[in-house]
């Protein structure tokens, strides 16, 4: 006992510390009631901001209203979602194929909306997977994901996928390099890191019908490659990556990849890349990938592709520099000007803010301090524009606001800092819960931010919301940046991991090309019917073709036999609605898959295959009308062999 | 007649071809769950959404209360106006031109006459649906029926139904009242 009370009074000193502090910093929790006011959108009012959140290892796209911080909305992208079937019915099920096989999960990262003249445009918006390495766009007139394309020659899509100014290209950078080429190129001993494993840095080029290909790759040096930003107004035709490990180290990182005291930014002339490319220079290896589209039959398709062009920046001169920059550089962004590169070094102390017009004029001075396997590395002063000094710890990401300021994560001390780009002086600090990594302030990637409000994407959320076990959603935090001093509004958990966020006014995308459903006569998908009277069961062998249709509240047929055991059964199910969020569901007992969710006007087929015989019960999955409970139907499964013919039918 | 009271009446024929243009009588209807709104257009030759998939949209609505689909290509009426409007503009112009006088107010008192027993036959056309329910439906309200107003408003259940006379039928009041001038200018 008395030992116990000792012990107590050992902490004391300490917990008199943490009662300090807890009161100092229970002053800026920002819960007043000014504060509830700014985000409060009133029932039946819009948010001013669509908010589109990554969801990390989710591999979803989350969509938010801000400022009220409502979740409205989640899009599938590189997971299965059970939620409308995504990924789990015929129509979608293509679009997580990969080189790999189907890939029912993958990691979201960044999404990146596409641009017109270095601005926001809401046409569509973009997103990278890491483990498989993909790229995926996002349609925003229907929130639905259209395109997935696969990087090969990559081990980790992180750095990417970043928009030039006109969306000309998309670029996504390796995380992990890797021993490329064919079995025995790759088949080599891990310690041989240094002489065999390879980075690439990819451009995927937007076509003139809006879909992706992989126009072509740079090869660089076994580095990890953490983030890039493309640059815009005079830095157009410019991105620049991010790297780490320099050492080229290959095992416990932490230590070995922090040895050095610079790393280094790529700057990548890509607009002259682009040039190589359309030459033919460089070289086509081979590689296996695929792109997976859906278009006008809402069907999604697999394209396979077996080679890809590789430009060597050591044989084509002027595409790749190097600015060395300290320590282990994380995010690299460009100001709204396109004149300042900031990188967020994530061991470094201060933050070093490159000068693209300095860069320029190195580059025809070839003021080098050397260079690195071939490719010269500028002089860290000839670049520099300078140094933000005491910037807080572990400085990660910077956004800008549009009015001379940027603002910049700081990891490890759990705060956003505010700095002049003309003083690289701090200007403004505020905490935030906990350990931040991305940052987005709307169009604070771009020429033109809106600078109203900040959101720190935060990685740990203890204390924020009422306790849910060992897991815990991510805290997303609102902060106002309108004045001179930042103000906490409001934080809302996210799901997944929140790892990077977009926004765009909403009226740029809540226009009249919005899709509220699908019109019937435009239903290409071969297996829809488009009245109850052609609903019908087809037998082609052991399979058994069943054309079904919904509507309000009930389906067509409602009762089918004649299906035997060995059977395979397609529903194709047409959702006859012709009314905004009226989508109706299907499921049959021991369905093996998911649900469908099929949208008014729209045609989905789920697989079944009947396991045992019996009368198995149908029925819609999606509250749709006063009669819910009512739409259901039957099918008979009768033992392999009997002689119960094909009927079906609705109200007899 | 005089020159001006045939161009007139020449006028009063040639604005009735205003109902081939825009619809002449509109039924909408207001529910919490229609916050855009949502109602029919009826024209001289048919009847379709404000928005096109109103028609079937409403159509599924009254399928409830055992209500008749609505197919514009099944309702005669749809087929008989378009010929009889014609044939009032043809001979509207053609009076024009010969300028007799009483043939307007034959025109006139036809007009009239075909104009009420549209409204008679709209009403019987309403009342009929409103009726002549499916005995099976799946709502029955004991004592309820659902006709529409012919002019006004009624609530109908959740549905606050609003009918009011549209653009073409005030273009056929304002032929009617061109040529009851012509007449009444060359008395």
């Known amino acids: ?152 020659n990559s081990g980790g899509n992180h750095a990417s996928p970043f928009v030039t100014q006109n969306t000309e290209y998309i670029s996504a950078a390796t995380r992990f390099s890797v021993p490329m080429g064919d079995d025995g190129e790759r088949d080599v001993a891990i310690d041989s890191y240094a002489e065999n494993f390879q980075g690439t840095l990819s451009f995927i080029k937007m076509q003139d019908d809006g879909s992706m290909r992989l126009d072509f790759q740079i090869l660089v040096p076994g580095f990890d490659y953490d983030l890039s930003h493309a640059g815009k107004g005079p830095s157009h035709g410019w991105s620049f990556f991010t790297s780490y490990n320099s050492e080229q180290a290959h095992t416990l990182l932490e230590v070995n990849a922090s040895r050095n005291d610079k790393d280094y930014i790529a700057a990548v002339n890509w607009a002259k890349a682009a040039e190589y490319a359309a030459q033919g220079e460089g070289e086509m290896v081979p590689a296996d990938y695929v792109r997976n589209y859906i278009d006008s039959d809402h069907i999604a398709k697999t394209e396979r592709y077996n080679e890809v062009r590789v430009l060597d920046p050591t044989e084509l001169p002027g595409m790749i520099y190097y600015l060395p920059t300290p320590k282990s550089p994380h995010g690299v ?95 403004d600090r505020i905490d935030t819960y906990y350990s931040p990594g991305h940052l987005m302030i709307p169009g604070g990637d771009s020429r033109k931010p809106w600078g109203k409000y900040l959101v720190a994407l935060n990685k740990i959320t203890k204390d924020r919301y009422l306790p849910t076990g060992p897991e815990l959603f991510h805290s997303a935090q609102l902060i106002d940046i309108s004045g001179d001093k930042m103000r906490l509004l409001l934080d809302f958990p996210t799901e997944g991991e929140p790892h990077y966020a977009q926004a765009i006014p909403a009226d740029l995308i809540m226009d009249d090309d919005m899709v509220r459903f699908y019109p019937l006569e435009d239903n290409q998908n071969p297996h829809a019917i488009t009245s109850e009277d052609q609903a019908r069961v087809e037998r082609d062998g052991n399979e058994v073709h069943v054309y079904m249709t919904t509507i309000r509240t009930h389906f067509a047929p409602d009762n089918i036999e004649g299906i035997k055991m060995g059977d395979t059964v397609y529903f194709h199910v047409t959702n006859l609605e012709q009314d905004w969020d009226v989508p109706h569901g299907f499921t049959v007992r021991g369905a093996n898959t998911s649900e469908l969710l099929i949208m008014p006007g729209e045609t989905r087929t789920l697989v079944w295959t009947p396991d045992r015989v019996g009368v198995a019960p149908f029925y819609c999955t999606d509250f749709c009308s006063a009669l819910h409970q009512e739409m259901q139907g039957y099918i008979r499964v009768s033992p392999a062999g009997s002689d119960v013919p094909i009927s079906f039918g609705t109200g007899e | 007649m005089k020159k001006q009271n045939r161009i007139i009446m020449g006028i009063a024929a040639l604005l009735l071809a205003g109902v081939f243009v825009f619809p002449i009588w509109s039924i909408k209807l207001d529910a919490p769950q229609y916050p855009e709104g949502i109602g029919l257009n009826i024209r001289v030759n048919t009847i379709e959404g404000k928005s096109p998939q109103d028609l079937q949209n409403i159509n599924g609505l009254n399928h409830y209360i055992g209500m008749q689909e609505i197919h514009p290509d099944s309702i005669p009426e749809l087929k008989i106006m378009p010929p009889v409007f014609a044939a009032f503009i043809i001979t509207g112009l053609v009076i024009a031109l010969w300028g007799k006088r009483r043939w307007v107010a034959v025109w006139l008192a036809l007009f009239v006459l075909l104009a009420l027993v549209g409204l008679a036959d709209f009403w019987l056309w309403e009342y009929d649906y409103g009726h002549n329910l499916d005995p099976d439906a799946a709502i029955k309200v004991p004592g309820m029926t659902y006709q529409p107003p012919l002019i006004g408003t009624k609530q109908l259940l959740n549905m606050r139904t609003t009918s009011m006379p549209h653009i073409g039928f005030f273009l056929a009041m304002c032929s009617m009242g061109l040529a009851a001038l012509a007449w009444w200018r060359e008395r």
């Open chain 1, 1 to 152: 006992m008395n030992a116990h009370i000792l012990h107590t009074l050992r902490y004391l000193p300490l917990a008199a510390l943490v009662l300090i502090l807890g009161a100092c910093s229970s002053q800026e929790l920002g819960s007043d009631a000014d504060a509830a006011q700014q985000v409060y959108v009133a029932p039946g009012e819009y948010d001013e901001f669509y908010g589109f959140m990554s969801g990390g290892y989710s591999g979803q796209l989350s969509v938010y209203g801000i400022p009220s911080g409502r979740h409205i909305y989640t899009v599938p992208v590189f997971s299965q979602l059970a939620t409308n079937g995504y990924g789990y019915n015929e129509e979608t099920k293509a679009m997580l194929e990969t080189s790999y096989g189907f890939v029912p999960w993958g990691d979201a990262h960044h999404p990146e909306l596409s641009q017109t003249d270095g601005v926001p445009d809401g046409r569509y918006i973009f997103i990278n997977e890491n483990n498989t390495p993909r790229v995926a766009k996002i349609d925003l007139n229907s929130f639905q994901t259209t395109e997935i394309i696969e990087i090969p």
């Open chain 1, 333 to 427: 962004d460009v100001s709204p000007d396109g004149e300042l590169i900031v990188a967020g070094g994530k061991l470094s102390t201060v933050i070093p803010v490159h000068s693209f017009s300095k860069m320029i004029e190195a580059i025809e001075n070839e003021d080098y301090e050397g260079e690195e396997q071939g490719i010269p590395v500028l002089r860290y002063d000839a670049t520099l524009a300078g140094e933000v000094q005491n910037p807080g710890l572990g400085p990660l990401h910077t956004e800008f606001d549009g009015r001379g300021n940027a603002y910049t994560t700081a990891f490890i001390s759990s705060e956003v800092v505010k700095w002049s780009l003309e003083t690289f002086e701090v200007l």
